[in-house]
Nanobody, 129 residues
Framework: VQLQASGGGVVQAGGSMRLSCAAS????????MGWFRQPPGKEREFVAA????????VYADSVKGRFTISRDNTKNTMYLQMNNLKPEDTAVYYC???????????????????????WGQGTLVTVSS
């Protein structure tokens, strides 16, 4: 599967932004999906993840209550709605896909970065103070 993240840009602190991740391929609906980010000079970190059917989500503590992950399997697209953005949210945001295990139809929600099999190219989000 190929992933294309979009929607990044510059926003003032307290503002909102929505990222999208478009996926190619017919198997998108069976993959768990996640958002990760890499702040300047730091390692890539987990942001949010969603199960194959969208019924389960998990968030990093730093974004809980401000960010919402969702997906539309009919459009092969995942979203990240980011509200009340802070300067510390500045990072390159990546979307990623975790394929289901052999013999299982859909992949459950997963926050483990090392489990993800496919990655998009990243989109830069800059939050100014």
């Amino acid at each position: 599967v190929q992933l294309q993240a979009s929607g990044g840009g510059v926003v003032q602190a307290g503002g909102s932004m929505r990222l999208s991740c478009a996926a190619s391929g017919r198997t998108f609906s069976s993959y768990a999906m996640g958002w990760f980010r890499q702040p300047p000079g730091k390692e890539r970190e987990f942001v949010a993840a969603i199960s194959w059917n969208g019924r389960s989500t998990v968030y990093a503590d730093s974004v809980k209550g401000r960010f919402t992950i969702s997906r539309d399997n009919t459009k092969n697209t995942m979203y990240l709605q980011m509200n009340n953005l802070k300067p510390e949210d500045t990072a390159v945001y990546y979307c990623a896909a975790d394929r289901p295990r052999v013999g299982v139809w859909g992949a459950p929600v997963n926050a483990n970065i090392s489990d993800y099999d496919y990655w998009g190219q990243g989109t830069l989000v800059t939050v100014s103070s």
